[in-house]
């Protein structure tokens, strides 16, 4: 079983997945600030206030110098071709006894929706915890009214196994989040 012995570089045709860096502090306070991607995948109330920029920077600082003993790895995705930080991503409740853990991914430029980004990026985060990290099961959960990962993270073949019903907040109504997993032998199939 692979321990976690460094923070991984990941690479795919047009990305790069790694580690933040302290000059990103601009675009993860923009994105962190923009209410569209809070609401598809934010658990807390809308606020009218964003957060300042020193409570982006202490953000960044966790993510930039958490140690890989946390069990959650934390990559800004950046196209190969200039380097823009386009988003981010999380392998979190990495459990290498019991062989799981759970995926987060956010495109935070806009402009760059509907590209396949996301879902390259999702596939190299497969591709790294099953044959790099050697886990057996990747889950994810995602909100019902979140159609754009959905369609995406049943296209990489992750299965709905429940549903935590009305779960979040959201338009004054109560919704649902959905939980995915993928097992290594449906991947590997």
């Avoid at 991984?8 to 860096?21: C, D, E, G, N, V």
């Avoid at 306070?29 to 957060?51: F, G, K, Q």
């Avoid at 709905?160 to 109504?173: A, M």
Wanted: charged fraction near 25%; include cysteine; hydrophobic fraction near 35%.
């Amino acid at each position: 079983m692979n321990n976690l012995d460094s923070m991984p570089t990941l690479t795919t045709p047009r990305l790069i997945l790694k580690s933040f860096t302290v000059d990103q502090l601009e675009t993860v306070h923009r994105w962190l600030n923009d209410p569209e991607l809070a609401y598809y995948d934010d658990d807390e109330p809308p606020t009218e206030t964003s957060s300042t920029l020193e409570e982006t920077k202490t953000t960044l600082a966790r993510w930039i110098n958490r140690p890989l003993s946390s069990g959650i790895i934390d990559l800004a995705i950046h196209k190969q071709e200039n380097d823009q930080a386009i988003g981010f991503c999380q392998i979190a409740h990495i459990d290498t006894y019991n062989q799981r853990c759970d995926l987060g991914i956010v495109i935070g430029h806009k402009p760059d929706w509907g590209n396949g980004y996301a879902n390259e990026a999702v596939q190299a985060l497969i591709r790294y915890c099953f044959v790099e990290l050697k886990l057996n099961r990747i889950g994810a959960e995602i909100y019902e009214f979140n159609h754009r990962s959905l369609k995406l993270f049943k296209k990489l073949g992750f299965q709905q196994e429940g549903t935590k019903r009305q779960y979040v907040f959201k338009d004054n109504q109560f919704k649902d989040e959905l939980v995915f997993s993928l097992l290594r032998g449906d991947w590997q199939e």
